[in-house]
């Protein structure tokens, strides 16, 4: 039953990923003053990047290399298959959110594997890069989530937080704890989705689109997948987890979840991303250590001090 | 000091026309001034042959077969305006036409 | 090299996103850190001072239009007084302006460009595509004077092609207006949190090294370096407008000083048109048509520079007396400005090199000029900049 919904779920999340894609690419441009593409071009890039030749460098860990967009993708697109059915109350595995954020860990990872098994000095460079920024800003994001879903939905599951916030209001409006963990929350979602700011690993004109340098095709279409599927999930498990609404029926709270996912991403990816420069390697680390962990150390300690 | 200086200039951008447009895909145009210069138009009725623009054209993009008849090369030519400047007929001129598209370099060259 | 230290040779183009143009620096980075960068050129020869010894002396002043995209007016410019200066032809009055404004236009447009190529490089695309979007209404000027945004076509020896209308004047003295504003905004953008993070400190060139390495242009003002050949050396009609420009220099070499540099260059260049377009002289005078031209200019040499928007651009002329050029050589100011880029880059950052390497604004195929041909198999090959020190010394 769980798989069908999972296999149900796959296409829904993929398409909502690509279309946030396009809505991103419009406003960004809009933002810019300029026309921008049409909302459906990740759909348009995407088909016609699978209708390429497959290149695979010599020198590449040949196995490696094929495999990991696909598998990246394929972790990606569970991860949020899974956060649609345990939004729809389907999946009530205690602990899923951790799941999913690992899940998400692990696709980013073996894409930067991937990408490095190319034999391309740039995208080591990415790799090394790639992996200090994974653990500056992936910790306090947990944190975060913990804080978030531990208050009143224990087991740490998407349902039990989604059935809490269904009595008492979304948990960033409702509580000191849930606004924090949410502010340090956005903050991560720009390095999962790998968009300026804190792009270092991918950027373009210092290590010329890093692990991703070499795929190409077929690769790069499933490589831009799972990057786009982990940056809408990301989104959309801040929005259930922070800011569902009770609306009354079921699927008008889905809709209105997702759109909240877009408006958080619009926030802390596309206008983020829009108004400020590049950061360096080291100033990301740095970064995380402090202002994104403060908001989650903080909000652990709300939700402590609350109960006690 | 300060972060985000560019914010509101963005951000008012959003609401605004935006400056780029969807050409070609939409039959909109950017019109070019009337001193532009493009594509040659050149009336071989006036032309007395002096050769005077073969002389000035810096690319070598007007060919002279026999009798003096001259032919342009708009593949080479660089559209500098100086053999129209020079022609003491005015039988050359370079008009707003900016399009030029063409599928290979022979169609090109016919023009 | 020390034990345990290990090194990765980056290729740093020739075809890279930050570069644009097929320039190859070969950096040796240890992890983040670059060790060594060694500069190649070598790939977009294209052979200009040995076509301009096959044309007439008209003919090269639209070639010398093509060695830059960007500053296609300050070649020209320089071209035309070198030649004016063999055969002692003097403009009228109002051509001097003429040029003398479209450089300033020019000098706008560049700059403005420069900043967007900034943000590029940092990752801001607002400031790129807000610096390319003001960037647009200069060219719509100088095309609705000129008939072209770029290869305008303006100079003539002994004059100009065009001239400036009133309407256009009109426009031009709103673009003044529109130049102070976007020259405040980008100082106010540059001083950004996150811009600046990334500017300052980042690729310092002291003044020595600014004067040792020749460096020209904002690079040498930024490092310090107080020269400007519109005030040192004035031509057209720099002369004139002496007293309503100031030279920005600053003294702290970074990229972030050569930003604010160019920033303030803006202004200054406003400052001039407002000056310019105040004073422009009325004795309109059409150029000697180029058959003239070509039996005036008698046998002679003669040297001319302009301030292009990049720093000191500098043309050599020998002319044959029979209308054709013996020799042509042209110095491009980013041809000065590499070896200080050289130095720039030592131990910065990897991230912080496409930054450092935009900051002198850098315009390769304009520089290349330079090709090591060995005289025996008549081979050639490509020649970095540390090799060509070698051989020349200072002389280059
Ligand atoms: S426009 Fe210039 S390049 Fe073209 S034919 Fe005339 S002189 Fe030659
Ligand atoms: S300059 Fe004019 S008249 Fe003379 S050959 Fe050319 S087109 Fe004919």
Redo the contacts between chains.
């Keep these: 039953m769980l798989a069908l919904e999972l296999l149900a779920a796959a296409p829904l999340i993929a398409t909502a990923s690509l279309l946030y894609d396009g809505v991103d690419r419009k406003v960004r441009a809009r933002m810019q003053g300029r026309v921008g593409p049409p909302l459906v071009q990740p759909f348009y890039d995407f088909v016609k990047l699978l209708s390429k030749d497959r290149i695979v460098p010599r020198a590449s860990a040949r196995l490696i290399y094929t495999t990991s967009p696909l598998l990246s993708s394929a972790l990606a697109v569970t991860a949020g298959s899974l956060l649609l059915a345990g939004l729809a109350g389907s999946l009530r595995v205690p602990g899923d959110v951790v799941l999913i954020l690992s899940l998400l860990t692990v696709a980013s990872l073996l894409l930067m594997v991937g990408g490095a098994s190319s034999g391309n000095p740039y995208a080591a460079v990415s790799l090394a890069r790639g992996v200090s920024v994974l653990f500056s800003y992936k910790v306090p994001m947990m944190i975060s989530v913990i804080a978030a879903s531990a208050g009143g939905a224990p087991l740490l599951s998407v349902a039990g937080a989604v059935e809490l916030q269904r009595k008492s209001g979304p948990l960033a409006l409702s509580s000191v704890s849930g606004a924090l963990a949410l502010a340090s929350f956005l903050l991560c979602m720009p390095s999962e989705g790998e968009v300026t700011p804190f792009d270092v690993t991918t950027a373009e004109t210092e290590v010329v689109y890093g692990f991703m340098i070499e795929y190409g095709g077929p690769y790069l279409a499933l490589a831009k997948l799972a990057k786009s599927v982990s940056r809408f999930t990301a989104a959309l498990l801040a929005s259930s987890l922070f800011l569902y609404t009770p609306l009354g029926s079921r699927p008008v709270e889905l809709a209105a979840c997702a759109l909240g996912a877009v408006v958080l991403a619009l926030i802390s990816i596309t206008a983020l991303g829009t108004f400020v420069a590049r950061v360096r390697v080291r100033q990301v680390a740095g970064f995380y250590l402090r202002l994104p962990m403060v908001l989650a150390l903080g909000a652990l300690a709300a939700l402590l001090l609350g109960r006690f | 000091?300060?972060?985000?200086?560019?914010?509101k200039?963005?951000?008012t951008?959003?609401f605004?026309k935006?400056?780029?447009?969807?050409y070609p895909l939409k039959p909109e145009r950017v019109e070019?001034?009337?001193?532009?210069?493009g594509a040659i138009d050149f009336d071989p009725k006036l032309c007395v042959g002096c050769m005077?623009c073969v002389?000035?054209?810096?690319?070598g993009a007007i060919t002279v077969a026999d009798k003096r008849r001259i032919a342009f090369d708009l593949a080479r030519c660089?559209?500098?305006?100086?053999c129209a400047?020079?022609c003491p007929r005015k039988a050359i001129k370079l008009t707003k036409e900016f399009e030029l598209i063409y599928e290979s370099i022979e169609s090109f060259k016919q023009q | 090299m020390e034990v345990g230290r290990r090194l990765t040779r980056l290729p740093f183009g020739p075809l890279h996103p930050a570069t644009k143009e097929p320039a190859l620096l070969m950096l040796t980075v240890d992890g983040e850190r670059v060790v060594e960068a060694e500069l190649r050129l070598g790939y977009v020869y294209r052979g200009i001072e040995a076509l301009a010894q096959t044309r007439n002396i008209v003919q090269v002043l639209h070639l010398v239009e093509r060695v830059c995209g960007i500053c296609s007016h300050a070649h020209p410019f320089c071209y035309v007084q070198a030649v004016e200066s063999v055969a002692g032809i003097e403009p009228p009055g109002r051509a001097l302006y003429i040029r003398t404004i479209v450089a300033e236009l020019e000098r706008l447009q560049n700059h403005l460009l420069w900043m967007g190529v900034l943000g590029y490089q940092l990752g801001f695309t607002a400031l790129f595509m807000y610096a390319w979007r003001v960037r647009e209404s200069v060219l719509d000027i100088l095309e609705e004077m000129t008939g072209n945004r770029i290869m305008r076509g303006v100079n003539a020896i002994g004059g100009v092609r065009v001239d400036l209308s009133d309407r256009v004047k009109a426009k031009m003295e709103a673009l003044v207006k529109d130049a102070r504003k976007w020259a405040a905004f980008l100082s106010d953008v540059l001083h950004d949190k996150t811009v600046e993070a990334r500017l300052a400190g980042v690729g310092v060139l002291t003044r020595s090294d600014a004067v040792s390495t020749g460096a020209v242009g904002p690079t040498a003002r930024a490092s310090g370096v107080d020269f400007d050949v519109r005030r040192d050396y004035p031509h057209a009609a720099y002369e004139d407008l002496r007293g309503a420009f100031s030279v920005p220099v600053l003294s702290s070499g970074d990229a972030l000083a050569r930003a604010e540099v160019r920033v303030a260059e803006l202004a200054e260049s406003a400052n001039l048109l407002e000056a310019a377009l105040d004073t422009l002289p009325s004795d309109r005078r059409s150029p000697p048509p180029p058959h003239r031209v070509l039996r005036e200019v008698p046998e002679g040499e003669s040297v001319a520079k302009v301030e292009a928007p990049r720093g000191e651009l500098f043309y050599y002329a020998r002319t044959d007396g029979k209308g054709f050029l013996k020799r042509l050589r042209i110095r491009t100011p980013t041809l000065a400005n590499l070896p200080a880029l050289a130095v720039m880059l030592k131990d910065v950052e990897l991230a912080d090199v496409p930054a450092v390497y935009a900051s002198i604004d850098p315009c390769i195929s304009c520089t290349e000029r330079v090709l090591v041909v060995d005289a025996r198999s008549g081979a050639w090959r490509e020649t970095s900049l540390r090799e060509l020190g070698k051989g020349c010394g200072a002389a280059c």
């Design positions: 000091m300060g972060i985000g200086k560019i914010m200039d963005a951000a951008r959003l605004r935006p400056s780029t447009i969807g070019v001034p009337d001193s532009y210069r005077l002389r000035f054209c810096p690319s660089i559209y500098c305006g100086q400047e020079v």
